[in-house]
């Protein structure tokens, strides 16, 4: 390693003259890119080929994704040690994500959570929807955008890929002929970035999100109330006993859904507050405290055994922090692995749930003309 004692100029030579190993600032010798894009089949539904899109970034940490609701099947990060782990929950094949899934890794939409007893109005006509979550409607209905196909393209740039959907004016109950792009990108800096975009024929709301359920251990196996979350938010929207908010923008302050500072997911999930009950756990809506648009940290997230640290920023208002709590074993996951109670995080971005029937927040009505576009970043790194 000669050049390690006289780094600049050495290092320019052996790099240009050999195209070999890329040298680092310090003129150390580091790894060849890794960076790379790879199409392949991840089975069919109804005789439509299903595409899988796996993005490696330079350091070898990979993304892969499906055509079938956009999802996210797996993301490998490194440890403190540098050891690639998968930390997100998935199947191993389509067949199951078609047969029963809790919205692993999914773009949920045409409105992710819960819309009140599946009916909302816009500019004097009302809507319903098919109610699929006791007396309400949940991620977009019966088939939601989580249960159709989406049509991949790598992007230029070659680290992302473009999926593009069109959901039919009047799909599960909504109003508009939509068109919607999301963009998936993995940077060298271990961030997927999803970038949405839709537009619309006639007035109709939106709110799209993505369902991954985070484990920072490794594949699922093990519990995430030991993870220590940080949320950045103040204040949250108080549900009722069937999750839809009160129209209340409540303080956090002195509540155990208050992650202001970093605890332990578990420290205080049994206790005995009535938000906690009516979500079985936490399954809230958190309003993301910002100065202005454009994006901002929702919240960070660290696995203590791993070093895995995960923040999630967001251009949303609003990030639904679900603990898991409807996980229970039965979905027999990624190599055997069924997923326990609480084996998986979500930190959902979007706009309020029950926006449609709540004036005081945020809207979601899109117009013909307007152009929804938001932007999410999950960023992994180690301490
Ligand atoms: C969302 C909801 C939860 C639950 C999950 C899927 O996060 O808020 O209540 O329905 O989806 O199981």
Redesign the pocket.
Known sequence: MWFRKSPVVPCLLLCVALLGPSCGPGGVEEAPSMRGLEVSEFGSVDGHPVKLFALTNDSGAEVRIIEYGGIVVSLSVPDREGTMGDVVLGFDDLESYIADT??FGAITGRYA??IAKGTFEIDGIVYELPVN?GPNS??GGIKGFDKVVWEGTPTESGDGVDFVYVSADGEEGYPGRLESNVTYTWTDANELRIDYESTTDKPTVINLTN?SYFNLGDGGAGSILGHEMTINADTYTPVDAT?IPTGEIAALEGTPLDFRQATAIGERIEEDHQQLHF?AGY?HNYVVNRDGPGMALAATVHDPGTGRTMDVLTEEPGV?F?SG??LDGHHIGKGGTPYQHRSGF?L?TQHY?DSPNQPDFPTTVLRPGETYSTATVYKFYTR
């Open positions: 809790p919205y959570n819960r979550n949940l991620h369902h999750s979500g399954d639904q679900y709590n409807f979500c959902e749930p």
